[in-house]
């Protein structure tokens, strides 16, 4: 569904329209996982207000339920939620792993910041913010506080 920015509707209502007819269609069967606002941003074109609007607009309407941490989901809070494959952050952490043992970034450059990260991987800050700590304890990156996070190099990791 296309969103019209110049239509008489705010757009926030418009993506909950959008939404509504994925749950309706289901395409959003009960208990889904309800895209996250970084997601809805990409997909839709929208800001983050319009998106968190949308959102909450379907949960005032009982339509999804929110667990803090985890998203959005559709159905009443007492839906069983699909179960997803392992934590989100973990794989983060996984791809990001592979990326600096692969030479993909470089040891004088911080790896990209915790917004570029949320929106490449379509995820909350905090899930980055997760997946990097991960990293640090698992001393494949180490961050400079104002500077960034950086790789370790090969033999320092050791």
Known sequence: MQLNPRGPRPLYDQLADALRKRIDDGELGPGALVPSESELMAQYGVA???ARRAIKELREAGLIYTVRGEGSFV???NAPREARAGWQFQSI???LAAKVRAGR???ET???SETQLSQEY???KGTVRRALGLLREQDVVYTVP???TYPKPPNASQ
Do not use: N
Request: net charge negative.
């Open 105 to 107: 970034f470089s040891e």
């Open 110 to 112: 911080p790896l990209p």
């Open 122 to 124: 379509g995820v909350a």
């Open 93 to 95: 952490a996984d791809d």
């Open 146 to 148: 104002g500077r960034g």
């Open 75 to 77: 159905g009443p809070q």
């Open 48 to 50: 983050r207000i319009t």
